[in-house]
C-alpha cells in the first residue's frame, strides 16, 4: 500500500516539474515575440528618412567597442607588467577585479536570452487576477520591461567600469613613470 503511495507523490511531482517547465517555455515564448515586436529599432524608415538616426547609432556603437577593446588590452598589458614588480600587490589586485568585472559584464552584454537569462515571473499576473480577484494579486511590470531595465544597468555597469578602469590604468602609469625616473 505504502509502494503505492509513493509512486502517486512522483508521478504528481514529475507532474508539476513539467508543468512548470511547460509554463517556463511558453512565458518565454511570449517574451521573445513581444521583444521582436515591440523592441524598437534603433532607426525605423518612416521618421528616419535620411537614416541619419542608423548611422548615429552605427558610429555610437563602434566607438564603443572600440573603447572596451582598448581598456581590455590596456589592462591586460598592466596585469602583466605589474606580476613583475614585487611591491605592486594592491594595484595587481585591483586592476585583477576590474577586469574580472569587465568580462562579466562584456559576457552579459554579448549574451543571447534564454530562459535562465530572462527575470520570467513565478505565475501569469492575467491569469491569477482572474482567479483571485485584482485587488489580491500585485501588479508586476512585463518581461520587456524588467529586461530593458536590465540591459540600462548593464549598460551603466559598463560605463562605470570603464572609468574605474581608466582611473586605475591612470595610477599604473603615474607608477610605471615614477619608477622610470
Do not use: W
Not at 512565458?27 to 515575440?33: A, I, M, P, V
Not at 549598460?155 to 622610470?180: A, C, F, P, T
Amino acid at each position: 500500500m505504502a509502494d503505492c503511495l509513493e509512486e502517486k507523490d512522483e508521478s504528481i511531482d514529475s507532474n508539476r516539474v513539467m508543468d512548470q517547465s511547460d509554463f517556463l517555455a511558453n512565458q518565454f515564448e511570449k517574451f521573445t515575440h513581444d521583444f521582436r515586436e515591440k523592441g524598437e529599432p534603433t532607426c525605423c524608415a518612416e521618421t528616419d528618412s535620411d537614416h541619419s538616426k542608423c548611422q548615429q547609432a552605427e558610429t555610437q556603437s563602434k566607438r564603443a567597442k572600440k573603447e572596451i577593446v582598448n581598456v581590455t588590452r590596456k589592462l591586460q598589458r598592466a596585469l602583466v607588467s605589474l606580476e613583475m614588480m614585487p611591491h605592486a600587490t594592491d594595484l595587481l589586485k585591483a586592476l585583477r577585479d576590474k577586469n574580472a568585472e569587465l568580462r562579466d559584464v562584456i559576457i552579459k552584454i554579448n549574451s543571447e536570452f534564454s530562459t535562465s537569462s530572462v527575470p520570467i515571473p513565478e505565475y501569469d499576473t492575467v491569469d491569477m487576477k482572474s482567479l483571485l480577484g485584482d485587488d489580491q494579486v500585485a501588479d508586476q511590470k512585463s518581461l520587456l520591461e524588467l529586461v530593458e531595465e536590465d540591459q540600462k544597468k548593464v549598460q551603466s555597469d559598463l560605463e562605470r567600469i570603464l572609468v574605474e578602469s581608466e582611473i586605475l590604468l591612470q595610477e599604473y602609469d603615474h607608477m610605471k613613470n615614477g619608477l622610470k625616473s
